[in-house]
Every structure is written in C-alpha cells, then in structure tokens.
T-cell receptor, first 115, second 116 residues
Framework: AQSVSQHNHHVILSEAASLELGCNYS??????LFWYVQYPGQHLQLLLK????DPLVKGIKGFEAEFIKSKFSFNLRKPSVQWSDTAEYFC?????????????WGLGTSLAVNP | GAGVSQSPSNKVTEKGKDVELRCDPI?????LYWYRQSLGQGLEFLIY????????KSGLPSDRFSAERTGGSVSTLTIQRTQQEDSAVYLC??????????????FGPGTRLTVL
C-alpha cells in the first residue's frame, strides 16, 4: 500500500538549533517527493520538491532535503531554525509518470521554535 | 498572479443538509484536485480533474460526495445529506497538469466545514 510516514509528530526547538524531520514512504515505482509547510493561519505552501537528478534538493528559506532511494527516505533539514519557522510540515509523494497525480501525505510534524 | 481561491472559507451546516464548496484554480492550470484534512488525520485525496473530466475519483468516501468542473476552470464539490464525520477542512489544489514528471500542486486556503 502507498503510504508516507513522518516520524516526529511534535518537535520543539530553540532558535539556532538544527532541524531534521524524518519522512519515509512506501510506493511502487519511481516517485516525486514534496515537502509542504503550513504557517499558522496560512495555507499550504510548497517548501521543496524532488523529481529527478541531484538527490539533495534545496528549497525556500534555507531548507533542504535529501532523497535516499535505498532507504525510501526524504528527510527535511535546516542548519539553524528561526522563530518564524514555527509551522506544520508535511511530506508527500506521488507517482513519477502516468496519470497517478494524487498526493499521498504524511500526518505532518508540528514544529515550535522558541525565541 | 492570483492563487487558488476557495469559497466559502467557513461553512456551518446541520446534519442532513447538502453543501457546495467552490474552487477557482490558478488561471491556465488544467489539473485540479480536492483533498480533505480531518482532525487528527492527514490529508486525504478525494478527486482529480484533468480539464473537465475526472480520471481519478478513487478518494470520494461515499456516493454522497460528488464533484464537477466546468469550462476547465471552476470546480464544485457537493456533499449531500451531510454527516458529522464530514466535518473537515476541504482543500483544493491546481497544477499546470501537462507533465506528470514535473507537476506541482498549489493549494488554496481551504473551506472549513462543520456539521452540527
């Protein structure tokens, strides 16, 4: 079955701490991978995405993620978080080709950054 | 340019009533998606449109749920005889839709539906 697992449901960090949010997926075939972010009171926004090529992808606001095919993982990282990074983070996957466009989502990780 | 818009932003209804939720995609986007986000659960896919047709409606939870898209633009999600378990945030997304290999979905603000 297709699924996405986000290991951390709630993360609390202090400003300047490093961040790594885990994401593992189960999906047959080649995949596209996404991280979306939802800031308080705002709608979902794309943080970064992986389609092909360099497995280390960089997104907005200093975030990056690494696709490790052998581990079926796409972990999100940021070297130094800021208070403004407080948000809900969602990992998602869909099929690389064909008509399979629907995104399969993890349950999300709530990140709180203390100033 | 304008993003995906949804209306209403909030809807409170009584059990058994029908509701219609509207989505205006980004201009020029041929693909449109509906998802729902329930408390304590992740986002669930409901239906995907390419143009006016729906190649994938596998996520619609029951025959009380239906959706249509007209003119390759606006979409309406209709829930008939609402139940309390239908309470959720209903999200619409659109994407250029031309190539699956690079398609990215852009989300609207959602409609929060509360069924009393």
């Amino acid at each position: 079955a297709q699924s996405v697992s986000q290991h951390n449901h709630h993360v609390i960090l202090s400003e300047a701490a490093s961040l790594e949010l885990g994401c593992n997926y189960s999906y047959g075939g080649t995949v596209n991978l996404f991280w979306y972010v939802q800031y308080p009171g705002q709608h979902l926004q794309l943080l970064l995405k992986y389609f092909s090529g360099d497995p280390l992808v960089k997104g907005i606001k200093g975030f990056e993620a690494e696709f490790i095919k052998s581990k079926f993982s796409f972990n999100l990282r940021k070297p130094s978080v800021q208070w403004s990074d407080t948000a809900e983070y969602f990992c998602a996957v869909n099929g690389y080709a064909g008509n399979n466009r629907k995104l399969i989502w993890g349950l999300g990780t709530s990140l709180a950054v203390n100033p | 340019g304008a993003g995906v818009s949804q209306s209403p932003s909030n809807k409170v209804t009584e059990k058994g009533k029908d509701v219609e939720l509207r989505c205006d995609p980004i201009s020029g986007h041929t693909a449109l998606y509906w998802y729902r986000q329930s408390l304590g659960q992740g986002l669930e896919f409901l239906i995907y449109f390419q143009g006016n047709s729906a190649p994938d409606k596998s996520g619609l939870p029951s025959d009380r749920f239906s959706a249509e898209r007209t003119g390759g633009s606006v979409s309406t999600l209709t829930i008939q005889r609402t139940q309390q378990e239908d309470s959720a945030v209903y999200l619409c997304a659109s994407s250029p839709g031309l190539l699956a290999v690079t398609d990215t979905q852009y989300f609207g603000p959602g409609t929060r539906l509360t069924v009393l």
